[in-house]
C-alpha cells in the first residue's frame, strides 16, 4: 500500500484568514507554527506539554453529519499543525486587541485584576472564550470546570474567577464582586455603609458579551467538507510522514503495511512522547477522517461509541444517554461520566481520544478500570477482518501494551448497560485535585443475586498499581458467591492487600500511601453498596450518620477584598491609593503584550540549547561534538575554552563555571551549548553532542549525607540570646522534635529567555533578558566577554513571572549566551524548554531544622535552640543570604527570651538553589510555628492560645537586638480571629469531627513579622529617569523590573500625583541599563519603596523647575506650561535617587539594623480532610495584613493572594523529586503540581488592616511582595490539626512529626487509619527508594 501522494496543501483558518501550506512539517505543532511563522505571539509556551493552558486556543470545526459546528478548546502545544487540515482556529488575537475592541472576556479579566505578568492570561481569555462559545451563561462549575488545565503563578486565581464569574447569571447578584454574602439567598446586608465600601471593580461598566459579534465559521471550510473529494491526504516535513486516510478501507490497509506507525488522534500521548523522549515516527497515520471511528450506536444492551469520539464528546453523550434510562441500567454510565470528568484538563478532553486512550495502556489511566469493571468490550479491525475483543484481565500486558496486534485498529468500544442490583463506582486519588494522573484509580462492580446481599459477579481494577491496569481478580474471587457482609469485606481487605503488592523502590514511589488507597477505595464502595443495599431493603441496618462520606465540598463561593477608601480630601486626579488596574493587564489579555521570547526574529538570528551532564559527581573524560556539527543547521559548539574573559562568578570566596570544563558536580550542570539556525535543530544538535565521563565516589545529596561529611559552603552561621543551656534547666518540660520541608520549584510561567544582539561594532551587544536585575546581567556579560560595562545594554519590558529566580541563573545563562552571539557575530535567543529550565535554575532549600524547646506549664516558652541545614546543591549561589535570613526570622511573632539559632548551607551534587520569594523564611518561620504547635500538643492547649501568649507585646527587641512595636501585629492577629469568626468556627469545627469518622476539619491562624529591605546596605538604593516631552507626554524609567507585581502601575502612579497629571499621560516603556544605571534586584519586596522613591524625587524635581512658567500662566494647561519651558530652556528631564536606609547586620556581635521596617499579618485558614485518601480542600481562608496605606490596593491584594496560594503549593502540594543519582524526575507540570483553580479556598477574604501608617516608606505604604507567602502555611496547620482529630479517633495522641508539603499522601499516613496502619513499613536501608528524600 502506497502512502498517498507526494504532499498536499494544508488548509485552514486562522482568526477568519485562510491559511494555505504546502509545506506543513508534521512535527510542527500549532503553537510553534503561530508564534514562529505566523508570528502570533499571544498563544504562549508554559510547557510543551498540555500541561499548563498558555498556550489555549480555540479549534472550530464543521460536522457534515449533524451539520453543526462544534467549538472547542485545545492546547495549541500538542496539535500538530498537518491535524487541523478544514478547521477554523481562533486566538487570543482573533478575539479582540486594542487597536479594534477588546473583547468582553479579555476586559472581564483584566478589569477584575485577573492579571499580573499575564503569561497565563491569553490561555486563561480563550479557555474561557471557548466556554462562552458554547454556553453564554455559564455556570461556576463550568468556569472552573472550563479553567482547571490553566495554571497561573501570579493571582492566585481569586481575581480571574471572579472576572469569570460576571458572565454567570447564578451570581449576578450583589456578590459577583465580593461584596459579601448573596443578596439572593437572602444573607445580603441591607446596611447601606457595606454598599459604600470600596470595591476593586465595577461590573457596571462592562461590555455585554453579544454573541453576535463573534467570528462566523468559514464558509468556505463547510463547502469542503460537504464536497469535498474524500482523498488521502500527505503531508511530508524534514523527518516525517504524515498521512490521513479518507475511508476505514484505506485506514485498514496502510496500518497493514505500516504496523509500526502510530495512529495520531488526540496527540495527547505520541506528543509528548516525540517532544520529550525523542521518539521519532517517520511515518504518522491520522484517522480523524474515517467516519466509523466516530459513529455511535444504540443497541438494547448498550452504546457503541466510535473509539475516535474525544473524550469530552463521550461524556456529553453519556450525560445525554442518563436520564433517557433508569437508574438501575446507568451504572456504568455515570462512573464513566465520574471519572470523564476528572480525567485531565477540558483542553486535553477535547482532543484525547476513548480508542487512544484505551491503546495507550497508561498504568494509571482513569478509563481503562472503569471500562474492564464495567465489561466493556472492543470491536477491532484489521486486513484478517473484524473481532470483539473483551476489556478483560488479558487485556493490558505491560507498560503500553495491550493484547491486540499491531495492525488492528479499534473502530469503537462497546458499553453495556448495567443491570438491576450491579453497582459501579469509580475512585481516583492524584497529587492534584484536578488536573493530573492519578496516583490510583480504580472502578469497581458488584452484581447482586436479586433480593439479596450475595455476590453474583465483582470484577475490580486498579490504575497506580504497576506497570498495567491490574485486575485484584483473587479479591474477586473472595467476594464472589459470599454475601456483602463485613467478615466478607474483611477478608477481602486481607486478599487484597497480599494481592496488591509493590515493592519498595517501585517506580513513582508513595508505596505505602498507595497500597493503603487500594483497601480505602474498596472501603469506600462498600460504604456505597451498603447504602444502595439499604435502599432495596436488602439490608436493613441504619450506617451511622458519623461513618458516612460525603464528597469535599468543591463550590468556590464569592469572597472579600477589603481596603480602605483614599481620603475625602484626595483629589480625583490622584490615584495614589486607588485600586488602579495593572497597567498593561488589557495588552495582556489581548495577547498583544511583547515577552521576551515575542520579540521577532533578527536577520540570520541563532538559536541556542544547552547541553548539560547527565552524572552527579564525575571528571569529563571526552567532549565530542563532531556530529552535531554535521547536522543541518548546526552552527557552532560554545564550550568553556570559548569564553573570551571571566569563565566562572565568584560569590562567598567560591567558584561556579559557567560552562564546566574538566568535572561536573550536579546532573544539569551545564557543559556546553549548540548554536543552531532553528530551535528543533539546536535541540538535535545538542542530544547528537557526546560527552564521556568518570564517575567520582561518593556523591552527597541528602542533609544528612552532607552534614556527616561535613559539606557545607561557608561561612556557617550562629545566632543567641539569652543563655538557652541554662534555661534549660529551669523550665518545666523540654521537648524535642525536627521537622522536614521540601524545596519548592519558581515555575514562573515564562520560562528563562534572552536574545543577544550584537550591534555590529566596538563590541557592543543589546540584551533582551527576562531578569529581575538587568545590572547583573550586564555585569556577568561584560565580565564574560571582557569588555566594559558600557558596551551591554541589557533590556527588560516584563517578565512572564519570576519569583526570584531570575537572578543569579539569569546571569548565568545570558552569559554563555552572548559568548555565543559574540563568537558568531550573530544574534543569538535562549528560551529554555520547561523541562531544561526545571532541572537546570534550581529553586527554593529545602530544610531540615532540629529543635529543643523549654516551656512552662502555662505555655511561656522559655527558650529553644533550633539548628537549620538547607540543601544549597552544588554552587554556593545565594546560599549564605538564605542562611543568615532564616536565623533573622527564626522568632517569627514570639518573644522567647532564650533563643538560639544555628545555621548551615549543604554542599550537595544537587542543581544549585538559589533565591526564592521570601528568601529562607518561609522555611524558617515553618519551623518555629511547628515547634510552637508542637508546645500546644503537649500541653493539651489550642495552639492559638500559646500563640498568643508568646507573641512580642509592647515595645519590643527581637533576638538580634532590633527594637520595633508590635501593636500593629497583634492588631492584625485580633482581627483574623473576629473577621474569621474564629472562636465559634472553632467549635463548629469540634462538632464537624465528633460527627464525622472519615472526614475531619482541622482549622488554624497564624500570625506573620516579615522584615523589609535588604540586610546588605548598599541594596537599598534606587535611582529614575523621568523624560517630560514637548507635547506633555511623560516617560518614566526606574530601576525596577516588572513582573507582574505591578511595579510599574505604582511607578505611574506615583509621578502621576507629583506631576499632577492623570496617569494616562505617563508612559513607562522598559527596565534598561542605559536609562538607569547600576540598578538593584527588583527583590526583598522593597522594590517599590526604593524605585518609588526614586520616581518621587524625579518628579519633584521637575514639577519644581515647572514653578516658574505655572506662576506665569496659572490657568495653563500641562500641555501648555510644558511647551513654555521648552522655549525657556528649562530641562524636561531629571534623574532621581533614593539613597535608602543604612541597614546591618553584625554577625560576630549577633546584631544589627537589617530591615527598615516589618509588615505584619495573619491568616485563618479551614480545611476538610478526607482521611482515607489524604485529599483535602481549604474551606475558608481569611487573611489580614498590614501594609500601610496601599498605594494600589488591587495590586497589593493580588500580591497577597498570590502569595498565600504560592504558599499553600509550597506547604501542601508542591514536590520536588530526584532519582538516587541525583536526577529531578519532576521537570514539567505532568510531575510537578503547582496550585490550580481547584486550590483556591472556597472562600478565600482578604482585608487590609486600616488606619496604619508608616514612616518608612513611600506614601506610608509597606512592602508586601514576600510576606504572605508563609501564610500558606496556615493550610499545613489546619491539615495537621484535621490530622490530629484523626489520629485521635485511633487514640494516637500527642505531638506527631508531619513534614512539608503536607500532601495528601503525608496526611493521609499521617491520620493513621486502620488501613494505613495495615500496610507493612518496608525496613529503611533494606531497599534502594525510587526518589531521595533530599
Ligand atoms: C496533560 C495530560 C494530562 C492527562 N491526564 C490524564 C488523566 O488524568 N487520566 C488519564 O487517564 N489520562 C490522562 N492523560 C492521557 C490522555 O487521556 C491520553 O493521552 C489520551 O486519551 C490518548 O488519546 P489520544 O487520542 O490523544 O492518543 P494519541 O496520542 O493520538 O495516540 C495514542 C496511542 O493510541 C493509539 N491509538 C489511538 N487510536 C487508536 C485506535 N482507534 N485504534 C488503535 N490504536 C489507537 C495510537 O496508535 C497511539 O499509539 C493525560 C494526557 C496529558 C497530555
Ligand atoms: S504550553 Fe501548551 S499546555 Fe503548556
Ligand atoms: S498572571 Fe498568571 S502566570 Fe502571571
New binding site residues.
Given amino acids: 500500500m502506497s502512502t498517498g501522494k507526494e504532499k498536499d496543501m494544508l488548509c485552514f483558518f486562522i482568526n477568519g484568514k485562510k491559511v494555505r501550506e504546502d509545506h506543513a512539517d508534521p512535527e510542527t505543532m500549532l503553537l510553534s507554527f503561530l508564534r514562529e511563522k505566523l508570528r502570533l505571539t499571544g498563544t504562549k509556551y508554559g510547557c510543551g506539554?498540555?500541561?499548563c493552558g498558555a498556550c489555549t486556543v480555540m479549534v472550530s470545526r464543521y460536522q457534515p453529519a449533524t451539520k453543526t459546528i462544534i467549538h472547542y478548546s485545545a492546547?495549541a502545544c500538542?496539535l500538530p499543525l498537518c491535524q487541523l487540515h478544514g478547521a477554523a482556529v481562533t486566538t487570543v488575537e482573533g478575539i479582540g486587541s486594542t487597536k479594534t475592541r477588546i473583547h468582553p472576556v479579555q476586559e472581564r479579566i483584566a478589569k477584575a485584576h485577573g492579571s499580573q505578568c499575564g503569561f497565563c492570561t491569553p490561555g486563561m481569555v480563550m479557555s474561557m472564550y471557548a466556554l462562552l462559545r458554547n454556553k453564554p451563561h455559564p455556570t461556576m462549575e463550568d468556569i472552573t470546570q472550563a479553567l482547571a488545565?490553566n495554571l497561573c503563578r501570579c493571582t492566585g486565581y481569586r481575581p480571574i474567577v471572579d472576572g469569570c464569574r460576571t458572565f454567570c447569571q447564578e451570581a449576578n447578584c450583589c456578590q459577583a464582586n465580593g461584596a459579601g454574602d448573596c443578596c439572593l439567598n437572602g444573607e445580603g446586608s441591607t446596611d447601606e455603609s457595606e454598599h459604600e465600601k470600596p470595591q476593586l471593580f465595577d461590573k457596571e461598566e462592562f461590555l455585554p458579551l453579544d454573541p453576535t459579534q463573534e467570528l462566523i465559521f468559514p464558509p468556505e471550510l463547510i463547502l469542503m467538507a460537504e464536497t469535498g473529494n474524500p482523498e488521502t491526504l500527505t503531508f511530508c516535513g524534514e523527518r516525517m510522514r504524515w498521512v490521513s486516510p479518507a475511508s476505514l478501507e484505506e485506514l485498514v490497509q496502510l496500518k497493514a503495511s505500516n504496523p509500526k506507525?502510530?495512529?495520531?488522534?488526540?496527540?495527547?500521548?505520541?506528543?509528548?512522547?516525540i517532544k520529550f523522549k525523542g521518539v521519532l515516527h517517520p511515518l504518522i497515520?491520522s484517522?480523524t477522517r474515517v467516519m466509523e471511528?466516530f459513529e455511535v450506536t444504540q443497541t438494547p444492551q448498550g452504546v457503541w461509541v466510535g473509539?475516535?469520539c474525544?473524550?469530552s464528546e463521550v461524556r456529553s453523550l453519556l450525560q445525554k444517554l442518563v436520564p433517557q434510562f433508569p437508574e438501575e441500567k446507568t451504572e456504568l454510565f455515570r462512573a464513566l461520566i465520574q471519572q470523564l470528568g476528572?480525567?485531565?484538563?477540558q483542553q486535553?478532553?477535547n482532543?484525547?481520544?476513548?480508542?487512544?486512550?484505551?491503546?495507550?495502556a497508561?498504568p494509571?489511566?482513569?478509563?481503562?478500570p472503569v471500562l474492564a469493571a464495567g465489561n466493556c468490550k472492543l470491536s477491532?479491525i484489521s486486513t484478517g477482518g473484524r473481532r470483539e475483543v473483551p476489556l478483560n484481565p488479558d487485556f493490558f500486558v505491560s507498560f503500553?501494551k495491550t493484547i491486540?496486534k499491531p495492525e488492528?485498529?479499534?473502530?469503537s468500544v462497546f458499553v453495556p448497560f448495567s443491570r438491576k442490583g450491579e453497582f459501579v463506582r469509580a475512585f481516583?486519588q492524584?497529587p492534584r485535585k484536578e488536573?493530573?494522573?492519578?496516583t490510583v484509580?480504580t472502578a469497581m462492580r458488584v452484581f447482586f443475586s436479586e433480593g439479596s446481599r450475595v455476590v453474583r459477579d465483582v470484577s475490580i481494577y486498579y490504575?497506580g498499581m504497576g506497570p498495567t491496569t491490574v485486575s485484584a481478580t483473587k479479591t474477586c474471587a473472595a467476594l464472589v458467591t459470599r454475601p456483602w457482609d463485613d467478615e466478607t469485606l474483611s477478608r477481602a481487605y486481607d486478599v487484597l492487600l497480599d494481592e496488591l503488592v509493590l515493592p519498595p523502590s517501585a517506580p513513582g514511589g508513595k508505596v505505602e500511601f498507595r497500597r493503603s488507597l487500594t483497601l480505602s477505595f474498596l472501603f469506600k464502595f462498600n460504604l456505597e453498596v451498603l447504602q444502595k443495599l439499604r435502599e432495596m431493603n436488602v439490608v436493613t441496618d441504619v450506617l451511622p450518620e458519623k461513618m458516612q462520606i460525603q464528597p469535599l465540598p468543591r463550590e468556590i463561593q464569592p469572597s472579600l477584598q477589603e481596603f480602605q477608601h483614599v481620603s475625602k480630601d484626595q483629589s480625583v486626579q490622584d490615584p495614589v491609593g486607588r485600586p488602579i488596574m495593572h497597567r498593561s493587564a488589557i495588552s495582556q489579555a489581548t495577547g498583544e503584550a511583547v515577552y521576551c521570547d515575542d520579540i521577532p526574529r533578527t536577520d540570520g538570528e541563532l538559536f541556542l540549547v544547552l547541553v548539560t551532564s547527565s552524572r552527579a559527581h564525575a571528571k569529563i573524560t571526552g567532549l565530542d561534538v563532531s556530529e552535531a556539527l554535521r547536522l543541518p543547521g548546526v552552527v557552532d559548539v560554545i564550550t568553556a575554552k570559548d569564553i573570551p574573559g571571566k569563565k566562572v562568578r565568584t560569590m562567598f570566596g567560591y567558584h561556579e563555571e559557567l560552562l564546566a570544563e574538566s568535572e561536573v558536580s550536579c546532573i544539569g550542570q551545564m557543559i556546553c551549548a549548540v548554536v543552531a539556525d532553528t530551535r528543533a535543530h539546536a535541540k538535535r544538535g545538542a542530544a547528537a553532542v557526546k560527552i564521556s565521563y568518570e564517575d567520582l565516589p561518593d556523591p552527597v545529596f541528602t542533609i544528612e549525607e552532607a552534614t556527616e561529611k561535613s559539606s557545607f559552603f561557608e561561612p556557617r552561621r550562629v545566632i543567641r540570646r539569652g543563655n538557652v543551656t541554662e534555661a534549660f534547666e529551669t523550665v518545666d518540660q523540654l521537648y524535642e522534635g525536627e521537622i522536614r520541608m521540601g524545596g519548592q520549584e519558581h515555575f514562573y510561567m515564562e520560562t528563562q529567555s534572552m536574545l543577544v544582539v550584537p550591534v555590529g561594532e566596538e563590541t557592543e551587544f543589546k540584551v533582551y533578558v527576562s531578569t529581575q536585575w538587568p545590572t547583573s546581567t550586564q555585569d556577568a556579560i561584560a565580565e564574560t566577554l571582557d569588555i566594559p560595562s558600557n558596551r551591554v545594554t541589557c533590556h527588560v519590558k516584563r517578565m512572564g513571572g519570576a519569583f526570584g529566580g531570575k537572578v543569579t541563573k539569569t546571569a548565568v545563562l545570558a552569559s554563555i549566551t552572548s559568548v555565543a552571539a559574540w563568537k558568531t557575530n550573530r544574534a543569538v535567543r535562549c528560551v529554555l524548554e520547561r523541562g531544561e529550565d526545571m532541572l537546570i535554575t534550581g529553586g527554593r532549600h529545602p530544610i531540615l531544622a532540629k529543635y529543643k524547646v523549654g516551656f512552662m506549664n502555662d505555655g511561656r516558652i522559655v527558650a529553644a535552640d533550633i539548628e537549620y541545614y538547607t540543601n544549597a546543591g552544588n554552587t554556593v549561589d545565594e546560599s549564605v543570604l538564605v542562611v543568615e535570613k532564616i536565623l533573622l526570622h527564626m522568632d517569627n511573632a514570639y518573644n522567647i527570651p532564650n533563643l538560639q539559632g544555628r545555621a548551615a548551607a549543604c554542599r550537595t551534587n544537587l542543581p544549585s538553589n538559589t533565591a526564592f520569594r521570601g528568601f529562607g523564611v518561609p522555611q524558617s518561620i515553618m519551623v518555629v510555628e511547628n515547634m510552637v504547635n508542637d508546645v500546644a500538643v503537649v500541653l493539651g492547649r489550642p495552639a492559638d492560645q500559646i500563640r498568643e501568649i508568646n507573641m512580642y507585646k509592647g515595645p519590643s527587641v527581637t533576638h538580634y537586638k532590633f527594637e520595633f512595636s508590635p501593636e500593629n501585629m497583634l492588631r492584625c492577629w485580633e482581627e483574623c480571629k473576629v473577621k474569621a469568626d474564629y472562636s465559634a468556627r472553632r467549635r463548629a469545627v469540634d462538632q464537624f469531627n465528633q460527627q464525622n469518622r472519615w472526614k475531619k476539619r482541622g482549622m488554624s491562624i497564624i500570625p506573620i513579622k516579615y522584615g523589609i529591605a535588604f540586610a546588605e546596605s548598599f541594596l537599598n538604593q534606587a535611582a529614575a529617569l523621568v523624560h517630560i516631552y514637548k507635547d506633555g507626554s511623560v516617560l518614566v524609567t526606574h530601576g525596577g523590573t516588572e513582573m507582574g507585581q505591578g511595579i510599574h502601575t505604582k511607578m505611574q502612579q506615583v509621578a502621576s500625583r507629583e506631576l499632577r497629571i492623570p496617569p494616562s499621560k505617563i508612559y513607562i516603556s522598559e527596565t534598561s541599563t542605559n536609562t538607569v544605571p547600576n540598578t538593584c534586584p527588583s527583590a526583598a519586596s522593597f522594590g517599590t519603596d526604593a524605585n518609588g522613591m526614586a520616581v518621587k524625587n524625579a518628579c519633584q524635581t521637575l514639577y519644581q523647575r515647572l514653578e516658574p512658567v505655572r506662576q506665569k500662566d496659572p490657568k495653563g494647561s500641562w500641555e501648555s506650561w510644558v511647551n513654555a519651558a521648552f522655549f525657556e530652556k528649562i530641562s524636561l528631564s531629571a534623574t532621581g535617587f533614593y539613597r535608602g536606609p543604612d541597614l546591618y547586620m553584625d554577625w560576630d556581635k549577633m546584631e544589627g539594623q537589617p530591615y527598615a521596617y516589618f509588615t505584619f499579618g495573619a491568616c485563618c485558614c479551614e480545611v476538610e480532610l478526607d482521611c482515607l485518601t489524604g485529599d483535602y480542600r481549604t474551606v475558608r481562608t481569611d487573611i489580614v495584613v498590614d501594609i500601610g496605606r496601599s498605594v494600589n490596593p488591587s495590586v497589593d491584594i493580588g500580591q497577597i493572594e498570590g502569595a498565600f496560594m504560592q504558599g499553600l503549593g509550597l506547604y501542601t502540594l508542591e514536590e520536588l523529586k530526584f532519582s538516587p543519582s541525583g536526577l529531578l524526575y519532576t521537570r514539567g507540570?505532568?510531575q510537578y503540581k503547582i496550585p490550580a483553580v481547584c486550590d483556591v479556598p472556597l472562600r478565600f477574604n482578604v482585608y487590609l488592616l486600616s488606619d496604619s501608617h508608616n514612616p518608612h516608606a513611600i506614601y506610608s505604604s509597606k512592602g508586601i511582595g514576600e510576606p504572605v507567602l508563609f501564610l500558606g502555611s496556615s493550610v499545613f496547620f489546619a491539615i495537621k490539626d484535621a490530622v490530629a482529630a484523626a489520629r485521635a479517633e485511633s487514640g494516637l495522641v500527642g505531638p506527631f512529626s508531619l513534614d512539608s508539603p503536607a500532601t495528601p499522601e503525608r496526611a493521609c499516613l499521617a491520620c493513621a487509619s486502620l488501613f494505613t496502619q495495615k500496610i507493612p513499613a518496608s525496613k529503611p536501608g533494606s531497599y534502594k527508594p525510587w526518589a531521595l528524600n533530599i
Fill in positions: 506539554g498540555g500541561g492546547n500538542l488545565g506507525a502510530p495512529l495520531v488522534m488526540g496527540n495527547t500521548n505520541i506528543g509528548p512522547d497515520i484517522p471511528l473509539a475516535g474525544s473524550l476528572n480525567l485531565g484538563s486535553i478532553r482532543v484525547a481520544s476513548l480508542g487512544g486512550n484505551i491503546m495507550s497508561y494509571n489511566s482513569d478509563l481503562n477491532v503500553g491486540l488492528e485498529i479499534v473502530v481516583r492524584a488536573s493530573s494522573f492519578a484509580t490504575g507540570p505532568s
